[in-house]
């Protein structure tokens, strides 16, 4: 009930801007991710002004121990499905680090592809939907170019 409580509030405080919400540029979200669904963990989402890239900061905590992950997307194209639908394609980075006696990493690319909804006319809250196939050519394993996931994610930004 609190958690519901704060994001009301968050929200209340981000329409105050809702004029400048897109176009500020400054975004912070969550979402619920995957790799090649198998167990689902969260991801801390931003955006910064001014800064083409978007961020996720997240894990899984697994019976191995703790799975964090990093990522970074290009959105190299962006448009309008509908007054309330956009889409957005990208190229980014994919770093995982994982493991709790031994220290086992993954490195790739990542493919997003995602579909946004508007629900507010003033832009401030982002839905989305999203799936990203990753190509996971480097880990401690050594190289490996025909590694591939898919990692899935629904999500929200608030923008500001």
């Known amino acids: 009930?609190?958690?519901?409580?704060?994001?009301?509030l968050v929200g209340?405080?981000?329409?105050?801007g809702a004029?400048?919400?897109?176009?500020?540029?400054?975004a912070i979200g969550a979402e619920a991710s995957s790799q090649d669904f198998n167990g689902w963990g969260g991801r801390f989402v931003f955006h910064l002004?001014?800064?083409?890239?978007y961020f996720g900061v997240g894990g899984i905590v697994q019976p191995g121990g703790l799975n964090l992950d990093f990522?970074?997307?290009y959105w190299f194209t962006?448009?309008?499905?509908s007054v309330a639908f956009d889409y957005y394609v990208g190229l980014g980075g994919y770093?995982?680090?994982?493991?709790?006696?031994?220290?086992?990493?993954?490195?790739?690319?990542?493919?997003?592809?995602?579909?946004?909804?508007?629900?507010?006319?003033?832009?401030?809250?982002?839905?989305?939907?999203?799936?990203?196939p990753v190509w996971i050519?480097?880990?401690?394993?050594?190289?490996?170019?025909?590694?591939?996931?898919?990692?899935?994610?629904?999500?929200?930004r608030l923008w500001f």
């Open 49 to 53: 002004p001014r800064v083409p890239v």
């Open 95 to 132: 770093l995982a680090l994982a493991g709790s006696n031994q220290l086992s990493w993954e490195l790739g690319a990542r493919l997003p592809l995602g579909l946004q909804i508007w629900p507010l006319r003033e832009g401030i809250l982002e839905i989305f939907f999203e799936i990203a």
């Open 71 to 73: 990522t970074a997307d």
């Open 1 to 8: 009930m609190k958690r519901c409580i704060i994001l009301v």
């Open 137 to 156: 050519p480097f880990s401690n394993n050594g190289a490996s170019p025909l590694t591939f996931a898919v990692q899935p994610a629904i999500g929200f």
């Open 12 to 16: 209340l405080m981000a329409m105050s």
């Open 78 to 81: 962006r448009g309008d499905l």
């Open 19 to 26: 004029a400048f919400a897109r176009s500020s540029g400054f």
